[in-house]
C-alpha cells in the first residue's frame, strides 16, 4: 500500500459515522448489507449513508455489487489488511512480535529471531 492510500483510508475511517458504517460491514462479513439494512441498524437518513457510503468506497475500503434490484456494500478485508500490514511493516524493528505488553503496550519480539 502506499502512503497516499494510507492517508486516504485513514481520513475515511476519521470520522464517526463512516466508522460505524465500516464496522458494521465487517460484522456483516461477506454477506454485506443493503442501504436500506445500513440505514435501518445504524438510524442515518439515506442521503446521508449515500455520502458517506461513496467516501467509504472511494477510500477502497467498501465494494458495491448489484444483485437484481438491490446494491449490496461489503467491507473490503484485503485493503483492510493492506491498511494494517502498512502501519506495522515496521514493527519491533523489523522482527517478528510475539506479544505485546499488557503494561506498556509495546511489542516484545521473538527470542533469538525464531518465528
Known amino acids: 500500500m502506499e502512503e497516499a492510500d494510507a492517508v486516504r483510508s485513514l481520513a475515511a475511517l476519521s470520522q464517526a459515522l463512516r466508522l460505524r458504517l465500516f464496522r458494521a460491514l465487517v460484522v456483516a462479513g461477506p454477506a454485506g448489507?443493503?442501504?436500506g439494512a445500513l440505514a435501518e441498524q445504524l438510524a442515518v437518513a439515506g442521503n446521508t449513508l449515500?455520502?458517506?457510503?461513496?467516501e467509504l468506497a472511494h477510500a477502497g475500503l467498501v465494494t458495491q455489487e448489484r444483485q437484481g434490484r438491490n446494491l449490496i456494500y461489503r467491507a473490503s478485508f484485503a485493503?483492510?489488511?493492506?491498511?494494517?500490514?502498512?502501519?506495522?511493516?515496521?514493527c519491533c524493528e523489523g522482527a517478528a512480535c510475539a506479544v505485546t505488553d499488557a503494561?506498556?503496550?509495546?511489542?516484545v519480539p521473538h527470542a533469538h529471531g525464531r518465528h
Open 33 to 35: 448489507l443493503t442501504p
Open 103 to 107: 503494561v506498556t503496550g509495546h511489542c
Open 50 to 54: 449515500s455520502f458517506h457510503l461513496k
Open 79 to 90: 485493503t483492510v489488511n493492506d491498511l494494517l500490514g502498512y502501519l506495522t511493516e515496521n
